[in-house]
C-alpha cells in the first residue's frame, strides 16, 4: 500500500524524469506517481509538462480525463461501483442515485477522507451485477442500503448479513 499522507515534489520528480524517455510516458509516468502516493498531486502537472514539452493544460487534460487517477489521497474505504452495460441493466444506476438522494453520498466525489467511491467499467462480475470492489473484494447484487452500510464502514460480512446478499 502505498504512503498516501505525504506527497513528496522530489520524489515525483526523480520518477517523472525516469520515465520521461519513454514512448507515451505520459500514462506511465501517471501510474508510477499514483503507486508511490496514492494520488497525483497538482504539483505533477507542472512537472510533467516541463518534462515532456506538453501545455500545462495538455498534461491537466491527461490527468483529468482518466478516471483511475486520484487527485487526492483515497479515503481509508475504497469503493469501485460498476457503471458498464450489465451492471447498468441491472439497476446500478438506481443505486447511485438513490445513494445521492436517501444516503448523501456521491460517486466519483471526494465525499470526505474515510471514504472513495468511484465509476468503474467491467469488473468481470457482470450476472451478478450490479458490482463492486470494496477494498479490493469483490461484491455482487449492491443494493443502496447495503452500499451505504459499505460507505460507512460496515464490514463486507455485516453488509452482507443485514441485506441477506451473497457475493
Ligand atoms: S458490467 Fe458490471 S461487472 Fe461487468
Redesign the pocket.
Known sequence: MPDTSAWDDGKAREIVVRLAGLEGATLPILHALQDAFGFIHESATDLIAEALNLSRAEAHGVITFYHDFRRAPAGRRMIQI???????A?G?EDVVAELRSRHGVDVDKQNDDRLTIQTV??????A????ALVDGELVGRLDAERLAGLCAGTSLEQAQIASGATR
Open positions: 460498476c457503471r458498464a452495460e450489465a451492471c447498468q441491472n446500478c467499467y467491467c469488473l468481470g462480475n457482470c451478478l451485477g450490479p458490482s
